[in-house]
């Protein structure tokens, strides 16, 4: 059932449509249609008059007239709402209505003038006078509706009046009392009808507003009474609401004293309504460890008249704590913005604060065990890598004597194991790291047909030794030089081709290398195809898990950690690209690397170690030799016997420093583990005390970044690590010994400047 606003709503609308152009004309058709007869009263009337004063046939005669101007005007009027529906325009609805008006109106002048005509004495005026004066009446009443008809109507009316005057002063043969009296007469008809039109018209318009505020009025009271209907359900569903809500549920005053409260209130807190109303909430809940500064943004809030949310530690009425999430909203006057009041919901969050600790203490947890396995793989990696120094080393110095070819055998032997361990601890440390998300990609610019060129030379030794092809295919379109990680790409590569030559035993291997531009940097391809043994397609998803290969046969005969794709894959995702893979068993594989590389800024060479050292600009130089391992000594020492320097030797950072002020060596080898002072202490003492500073380069088994971070932070210029080949050694020696002169004691240099530099 409809409401009331809606009905009156409805009748508006309804309303307001009767009175638009296209109501009105609808209204004055029907109402000449439905007040036909009474329009024809006036008509029997003249006939009548006329049967008697003049003959029957004059008065049949004029009601003939009268009966087919109406029935002309009916005729379209009756049409007018079906056209209307069918969607005729108004206007042109109103000019044919209007002249249909017109001719209606015609034929009643027409047997007025008949009248005056057949009966010309003074009987004959007076009749037409009087059936004129309300014949004009009668057309007077459509003005409202359509004014146009009314409007033609009446015009032929007056016309037809001036011209039965005129026609009587002719037919007098002057200006005679009988035609003063028609004159007046014609006057008074003239002032009676303007008076009762100028009635009709102020009459409707007053009647068509009031009716109009009147339907405003109760439109507005039902909308109120609505409103008010919707206030006191919505006030009783709140009511109810709030009663049983879960959460507790405060009314309070202005003033911020309770009124009224819920029973979840009671229940959690404790306080019954009696012993809070009249009360502030914070009398009764507050305690020892309730937080003043959240108080008193409530009551600061409350003073403005703003909502605020915020958590709080409340007591009950027991003594025992509980935590809520307050929201605190003020109820304003809607006319002036006066508080009327204050709402305040409380959720009991307790649990949820409990949770949030051990949340975070399983954080800080979980922080404290990373940190605990990050210097627990520093602490292994540095002492691992140290007797591993030696053995490599040693292998190294054996391998260059003279031994028999046994001897050299087992020598090829011990160094390919020592190899192959160093590997493996360096694959544990890098899945390490890239699992915990750390950075590991340090990019520069370098030249990519150089990386390229010495991957292929240290592989072409293992392709040839299998009698494998070992093939590379560039496009015309690589980059030159590009900016990135060259090692890491490096290392990819070495990893995905290694792979490659492993498991393919007859046929080739080869590499070939794309580029694409993509957003001002470059979208480089390496596919790696070999015509090895191949992977099934089920087991495909599973040879880039960490410590897994494609089965376990594999595992066994070719041996390997299973963590070498792995890190290639977590290194090109670093890089921007990733690793995708097909392949069949028995028909090979092929590896597509993509990564992202940016491109050089200016085409300035980037600093580089040389490829060979320079014995010349060793000549006559001082290497202090800061080493606490007595083998990793006298490895050293082996390796730079053959050359023309001075070598010294300190077995821990204190001796450092001293031997460093009193020899003012050139060149420092500093090892960063060292008893009763570190390489990081004994380089910031060094640089602060030393006269002649010294060219510092860092000996470490630790590789990872923090680390070489840290040494040029504190001062280094060059960072070596273990295992320590000789190679390496004379590069960084000969490096150091070409760098500008030594500096004067200072400050250690910026981390960032130092870190640029290496």
């Not at 002719?170 to 014609?186: P, S």
């Amino acid at each position: 059932m409809p409401s009331e606003t809606a009905i009156l709503e409805e009748r508006l609308a309804h309303f307001d449509w009767r009175n638009t152009p296209e109501g009105l004309v609808q209204r004055y058709a029907l109402g000449r249609v439905r007040y036909f007869g009474a329009r024809q009263v006036l008509a029997l009337v003249g006939t009548v008059v006329l049967f008697v004063l003049d003959s029957p046939i004059s008065g049949l005669f004029v009601l003939a007239a009268v009966l087919i101007g109406e029935s002309i005007d009916l005729g379209y009027l009756r049409r007018v709402p079906r056209r209307l529906r069918a969607g005729a325009q108004v206007r042109n609805v109103l000019l044919v209505s209007a002249l249909t008006g017109l001719i209606q109106s015609a034929t009643i002048a027409g047997s007025i003038i008949s009248a005056w005509v057949v009966v010309p004495d003074e009987s004959g005026s007076a009749f037409a006078l009087i059936y004129l004066t309300g014949a004009a009446m009668n057309a007077g009443l459509v003005l409202p509706y359509h004014r146009l008809g009314g409007s033609l109507r009446l015009g032929v009316f007056a016309l037809t009046a001036i011209g039965l005057l005129v026609a009587g002063i002719l037919r007098q043969d002057g200006f005679n009392q009988r035609v003063f009296y028609d004159f007046a007469a014609f006057s008074l008809m003239v002032y009676m009808v303007y008076s009762y039109l100028g009635h009709v018209i102020t009459t409707h318009v007053k009647q068509t507003g009031n009716n109009r505020n009147l339907l405003l009025h109760s439109l507005k009271l039902a909308r109120i009474n609505q409103e008010l209907e919707e206030q006191q359900r919505e006030a009783r569903n709140l009511a109810l609401v709030a009663r049983r809500a879960n959460d507790s549920v405060l009314m309070l005053d202005p003033q911020g004293r309770a009124t009224w409260v819920n029973n979840a209130f009671q229940e959690t807190s404790g306080f019954t309504l009696e012993e809070i109303r009249g009360k502030r909430p914070g009398e009764l809940l507050t305690g020892p460890e309730s937080s003043v500064r959240a108080m008193r943004e409530i009551d600061l809030a409350m003073r403005e008249g703003r909502q605020i949310r915020i958590k709080l530690q409340q007591y009950r009425k027991d003594g025992s704590s509980y935590w809520v999430d307050t929201n605190i909203v003020p109820l304003l006057d809607k006319l002036d913005g006066r508080l009327e009041g204050i709402v305040a919901i409380e959720r009991d969050i307790t649990e949820s604060i409990k949770h949030e600790e051990e949340l975070a203490r399983a954080k800080r947890a979980a922080e404290k065990g990373e940190r605990a396995k990050a210097q627990f793989l520093a602490t292994m990696s540095h002492e691992i890598r140290t007797p591993m120094n030696g053995i490599i080393g040693m292998t190294d110095l054996l391998s260059e004597s003279g031994l028999d070819r046994e001897s050299r055998h087992y020598i090829d032997t011990i160094r390919t194991s020592a190899e192959a361990l160093l590997t493996i601890i360096n694959d544990i440390l890098d899945f390490s790291r890239l699992s915990a998300g750390k950075p590991s990609t340090h990019p520069v610019e370098f030249d990519l047909d150089e990386v390229i060129e010495g991957v292929i030379d240290l592989l072409t030794p293992q392709a040839r030794k299998k009698r494998l092809r070992l093939q590379i295919d560039r496009m015309s379109d690589l980059p030159r030089r590009v900016v990135g990680d060259d090692g890491r790409l490096r290392q990819i590569l070495l990893n995905i081709i290694g792979n490659a030559i492993k498991f393919t035993a007859l046929g080739s291997v080869s590499l070939t290398v794309s580029a694409r531009k993509e957003q001002g940097a470059w979208r480089l391809f390496f596919e790696v195809c070999d015509t090895g043994i191949g992977i099934s397609e089920t087991r495909l998803d599973r040879i880039f898990d960490e410590f897994a290969q494609a089965d376990a046969e594999t595992t066994r005969k070719f041996g390997g950690t299973g963590l070498g794709l792995s890190i290639s894959r977590l290194l090109a995702r670093e890089m921007g690209g990733d690793i995708s893979v097909r392949s069949n068993p028995g028909e090979g594989s092929v590896f597509t690397v993509s990564v992202l590389f940016g491109t050089p800024a200016t085409a300035s060479q980037p600093a580089t170690l040389p490829a060979e050292p320079v014995p010349d600009t060793l000549a006559g130089k001082v290497v202090l030799v800061a080493e606490d391992n007595r083998t990793n000594r006298l490895l050293v020492r082996k390796y730079l016997k053959d050359e023309p320097i001075t070598l010294l030797f300190a077995a821990n950072g204190r001796q450092a420093v001293d031997m460093t002020c009193a020899h003012k060596p050139d060149i420092v080898l500093m090892d960063m583990a060292m008893p009763e002072m570190d390489g990081i202490a004994a380089t910031l003492a060094i640089r602060e005390t030393a006269p002649v500073q010294p060219h510092i380069v860092a000996l470490t088994a630790n590789t990872f970044a923090s680390d070489r971070a840290a040494c040029m932070a504190a001062g280094m210029d060059g960072f070596l690590p273990k295992p320590l080949r000789k190679r390496d050694l004379m590069i960084a020696l000969s490096r150091a010994a070409g760098a500008p002169p030594p500096r004067e004691n200072g400050p250690p240099k910026p981390p960032a400047t130092t870190a640029g530099a290496a």
